[in-house]
């Protein structure tokens, strides 16, 4: 059967071409002299020609469209649910036991750190705790013979100023304190160590382990790098045509993988500007739990844009020639030599959204389409006819 259709098309085609051929074997004396010169966007066909290639007019319609697009994308996390583990003073690892993919808690150890500053860091602070203790008494002290007037001012003065001091340099050695790790109000010279542990800032799963036992790391080093895939997002590109086609609290759909099985998420947020390379972003959670899902990774998103009024025509009645996309329309009827003939103009548009058999068509600014008349059947075959006005010349 498909043999019999394969070779029925075949014949069609070379009865349609000899049709709207000249036969190049007439004489000289039958040629015609002078030979009507058409435009470049103007084909013309006999009426058995228009009948034996089936082309049929019709309107233009509005009609309700909305169908669907694909989109490529990212996995994303926030920025919250992201974190880069560092030691603000370096040292050497003593210790670590996580690989790539282990789940942590908030709070647990990741790696034990030592470093000789730490000793001198705890000493100082307990040095000036005690300074600052003593300070304080003899402040009070002072404070008691001014106002009994047996201290000069000076000397109270003198005492105040070296109270204060040591009260600011208490506090930054504190903050020092708590940036490695150490709780100050835990710390006594009974329990001053040359280690801390580095524990985790957040809740995830490690995505990066980047020391070892014994290895000198720098402030700047990333040790660790966690993240929590539970709030995960989509960050989607969009050519900058589609932009009307996307709304908040849309639904869409997503794969990952090249799997069959989608995901959902709906749009959260939209982009407010259109980047250097004419794309728009926009923004999505996800909805169902994947477990599979991980920061990183490449989706492809198909949006389901909402129904509009567009002006469309049945998907057939566009050509595609040349990268560009065409439709045909009625011109003018005319007769030659006493014959009649039918002139129709290609004109390029641009497709939108296509279901049910209908495509939606972006139309030039001039066009009037209440009053003209598109080519709805046909329309290859005119195209090939035009392909072929220079065998033409009836």
Do not use: W
Request: glycine share 6%; aromatic share 8%.
């Amino acid at each position: 059967m498909k043999r019999f259709h394969f070779i029925s098309s075949v014949m069609f085609s070379v009865l349609f071409m000899v049709m709207v051929s000249c036969n190049r074997n007439q004489s000289a004396e039958s040629e015609i002299s002078e030979t009507e010169i058409l435009p470049e966007d103007i084909v013309e066909l006999r009426e058995d020609q228009i009948k034996l290639a089936n082309v049929t007019t019709g309107t233009i319609e509005l009609r309700l469209l909305g169908g669907s697009f694909k989109v490529n994308g990212t996995i994303a996390a926030a920025p919250q649910n992201l974190a880069t583990v560092c030691m603000p003073m370096g040292g050497f690892v003593k210790s670590t036991h996580l690989m790539p993919g282990n789940a942590i808690s908030k709070g647990q150890t990741l790696a034990i750190i030592e470093n000789q500053e730490f000793i001198n860091l705890q000493q100082n602070y307990l040095e000036a705790k005690s300074k600052l203790e003593y300070a304080e008494a003899e402040l009070n002290r002072q404070d008691e013979l001014y106002k009994n007037e047996v201290s000069s001012k000076k000397s109270f003065q003198q005492i105040s100023t070296d109270y204060k001091s040591l009260k600011v340099q208490l506090k930054a050695l504190e903050q020092k304190l708590l940036l490695i790790g150490i709780h100050p109000e835990t710390l006594r010279e009974e329990n001053i160590s040359s280690s801390v542990a580095l524990v985790a800032p957040i809740s995830g799963y490690i995505k990066a382990v980047n020391v070892n036992i014994g290895k000198f790391v720098e402030p700047s080093d990333v040790l660790f790098e966690i993240v929590n895939s539970e709030r995960l997002f989509l960050e989607l590109k969009l050519f900058e045509k589609n932009t009307n086609q996307v709304y908040t609290g849309q639904k869409i759909q997503f794969f990952i993988n090249n799997e069959t099985e989608s995901h959902d998420a709906v749009i959260y947020q939209t982009g407010k500007s259109i980047g250097e390379d004419r794309t728009y972003a926009v923004y999505a959670s996800i909805l169902s739990e994947c477990k599979n899902v991980l920061p990183g990774m490449y989706v492809n998103a198909v949006i389901e844009s909402a129904d509009q009024e567009v002006t469309a025509i049945p998907s057939e009645a566009i050509v595609y020639f040349d990268d560009k996309d065409y439709i045909f329309v009625f011109s003018r009827n005319k007769e030659e030599e006493g014959k009649p003939f039918t002139e129709y103009r290609i004109i390029e548009i641009q497709k939108g959204i296509t279901r049910d058999g209908y495509t939606e068509i972006i139309l030039p600014e001039d066009f009037d389409y209440k009053t003209e008349k598109v080519v709805v059947k046909g329309a290859y075959n005119l195209l090939s006819a035009m392909k072929n006005a220079g065998e033409m010349a009836c």
